[in-house]
């Protein structure tokens, strides 16, 4: 259970380089870019080979396999669509095949690769370097503010303020970045009893970056933060009806911020309204398997410029192509109806609920594990309406953080029971 002091050095290392990936991978230096505009895929691999090598050596349990089950029939559908439609050449269904199990993978090969570590010094530094981070962001995120430095905000206007983004290309990396630290703080507050400052203060620039999403977020974090925090136990009907009142605010602020009309009201013709649109069309096209690996909504769609955009004259349409392409990966549900068809539909909505179902069993056992935990879901799933989510290279940092508390869940659960027998 004794970690190297390599391991333990390292882990947070990379944590670190995760959260700032998209930083770095923008540096002016070229070969500073260059290998940061490919760490997550590193990342992922080195996860996946790594935790197949532990596999050789020890045995796992039924439960370990679910997501990864989920994955491979996901992306067993995307292949079947290549194979029958043959959009994109076989290189380019690689990386797309990559980049879409990067956030499974990692969450399953870090489950598998830390089964028999100890993740106590890893969580002490980490929460180190969150608590630096969390000080960093909040001070810097006055200047949404006060209007000044410029370089920390985004060029729009949102609520009458620029967005606060630090040294991120996006007020939206900022958020994720954000959450990854709110879940590493939360995950060693030891039951919610300690980083209470810090759990509060990285909530400003996250709410800074102006988001509905962020808010959204924010909102239910504190109604459940309070909620565990206080022990009280409210009866479902009652937990219910918060609940209810929660998102039913949460939808109050959508609204009044105008973001569901602004990218899906019926008058809409924003890039992502579009992209809806023809990804349904795609899925009754191509039932029940979908146009295949590579052809909508991904990063490989994009950068391979998918056949299926230019039947669709996308080339004329602003952010798809007219002037530039960053809208194309600007969504998630449309890239499994598009790519993945109903089957592939199914099959994800199956990994959620897997996922959630893991959350829900960590409630019994650690509030702060599985707070952390049902947070970071949480994001991704708001996320996931205006975003490549859990497909974005910041998930593997969730993907990381979550299996964390799934770790420390079972060693809880190892421990109740020993306790238990000694007895």
Known sequence: MHNSKMLNTAVPILIFFLLFQSYF??????????IFGLYDELFTIAIGLLSVLVLLKSKTKRCDYRELKLLILLQSIGLIGHLVYHLQPNKVILGDLLSTSKFV?????????????????????SASLAKVLTIVLFFSSFSTL???PRSFLSLELRMGRHPFQFVFFH???LAMVS?????????TSDSLQRNRLYIYLILMPLCLTLRSKSFGIVLLFLA???????????????????????????????????SFEKYYGEDSDSARQIMTEDSVELAKEA??????????????????YSPIYLMNGYRSIYGLGYVHESFLTDTFWPIILGQYGVLGLLSFLGIIVSLATRGLQ?????????????????HLLISSTSASSFFNSMSLGYALVMAFAVKLGADEINKQSKEQNIK
């Open 25 to 34: 991978s923008t540096f002016p230096v070229s070969a500073v870019s260059k």
């Open 105 to 125: 993978l990692v969450f399953w090969g870090t489950l598998i690769l830390f089964r028999h570590l100890s993740l106590e010094v890893i969580l002490q530094r």
């Open 146 to 148: 006060i209007g000044f």
């Open 171 to 173: 007020p939206a990396m």
């Open 179 to 187: 959450m990854i630290l709110l879940g590493i703080l939360v995950l």
């Open 224 to 258: 459940g933060y309070w909620y565990l925090k206080s022990g009280i136990k409210l009866k479902k009907s009652a937990l219910f009806l918060i609940v209810a009142v929660t998102l039913m605010g949460i939808m109050l602020l959508i609204q009044t911020t105008g």
């Open 287 to 304: 039932f029940p398997i979908g146009m295949g690996l590579g052809t909508f909504g991904t990063h490989s769609a994009r950068v391979n």
């Open 362 to 378: 960590l409630m019994k056992v650690n509030r702060g594990y599985a707070l952390a935990y049902l947070v970071l879901l949480g």
